[in-house]
């Protein structure tokens, strides 16, 4: 069995899978070039990342393709259902990366609470010149302690949030389509692990209001709207903080950027974009706005979980 991981895989993943008799090969192939390339090699999986588009041509006309998988979480990259439909098998690795994430979540909050995005950029600049200028300009921080964040998007990714943001000291509300129980562990090294109960709401209107930090973690939308825009800002009392490490869209960036205009919202923080790879330079370039290339998965312990589950995934289906 071939397989091209287009998109690239953890060592550990190669090596599982060629512990386990399949061929694998890592080389980017382009985009336009991959309907040939699988042909000619006769590849049995298609592997990517969020690089790499498996749409209904490459479906249509790879007739030797078996297994396509997405080493991460969102499969809008991917016409899922349509290649299930045709009889192939499309997996994801939703646990794998979810700390990652929350982790990057928990840095954009600090950073975005103590101005450090912008106070890294200008001390090598003019911190010689103008220390106590900066001084003054970034010594307005705010604390995360007893903070309320909420998480619109409670699934996998969400309660890993929760249980960070929770041992941080904050108040986490989780929104959800349907209201239920659910718990999250805290880990204290050296003590043990303890269980917080928090039941997730389905007014996402009340629970913005209440917020001082709101992080979302919820798929691209099938209509295209986005779940944060105008009307959602309007809900939100003034000076809130916002994180998107979710998908480009589902903030509205025009409507982010008056609301930063009206001091709705102090500061945001963004790691994926509408027009990735080329996201808008108002955006980056915006002094209250901290910016990431689309990083919340991207560490070197998520890459080899996700690497392990993605080739776990095709050895039980194939073998």
């Known amino acids: 069995m071939k397989i091209l991981a287009n998109d690239g895989l953890s060592p550990e993943g190669v090596s599982l899978l060629e512990k386990s008799g399949f061929e694998i090969s890592t080389t980017f192939v382009p985009q336009d070039d991959l309907i040939a390339t699988i042909n000619k090699e006769g590849y049995t999986t298609l592997l990517v990342r969020s690089a790499t588009k498996v749409r209904k041509d490459i479906i249509d006309n790879c007739p030797s393709l078996q297994f396509i998988g997405r080493g991460g979480v969102g499969m809008d990259n991917i016409d899922v259902a349509y290649a299930r439909e045709k009889g192939l098998t499309v997996e994801n690795t939703p646990a794998a990366s979810s700390h990652s994430v929350a982790e990057l979540v928990m840095g954009q909050m600090y950073a975005i609470s103590r101005g450090l ?18 001084k003054k300009k970034y010594g307005k921080g705010v604390e995360l302690k007893d ?14 949030l929760a249980s960070c943001a929770l041992g941080a000291g904050m108040k986490v509300i989780p929104v959800g389509q349907e209201v239920s129980k659910v718990d999250i562990p805290i880990s204290i090294h050296g003590v043990g692990t303890f269980t917080a109960n928090l039941e997730t709401t389905s007014d996402l209107t009340t629970a913005l209001a209440a917020a001082d930090y709101i992080s979302l973690h919820v798929p691209k939308q099938e209509n295209g709207e986005a779940v944060i825009g105008e009307e959602q800002f309007k809900s939100m009392k003034d000076g809130v903080r916002i994180i998107n490490a979710a998908r480009g869209g589902v903030v509205d960036e025009d409507a ?30 915006h002094e209250k706005i ?30």
């Open 117 to 134: 995005h912008d106070s890294f950029l200008n001390m090598p600049q003019t911190g010689a010149s103008d220390f106590k200028v900066l």
């Open 147 to 160: 903070k309320t964040l909420v998480i619109i998007g409670f699934g996998r990714i969400g309660q890993a």
């Open 290 to 319: 901290a910016s990431t290339p689309h990083i919340g998965a991207a560490t070197l312990e998520a890459q080899a979980r996700i690497g392990i589950e993605m080739a776990e995934k095709i050895i039980a289906h194939f073998k």
């Open 256 to 285: 982010l950027l008056a609301a930063i205009k009206t001091g709705k919202v102090a500061y945001a923080a963004l790691d994926v974009f509408e027009n990735e790879p080329t996201p808008r330079a108002d955006l980056l370039q």
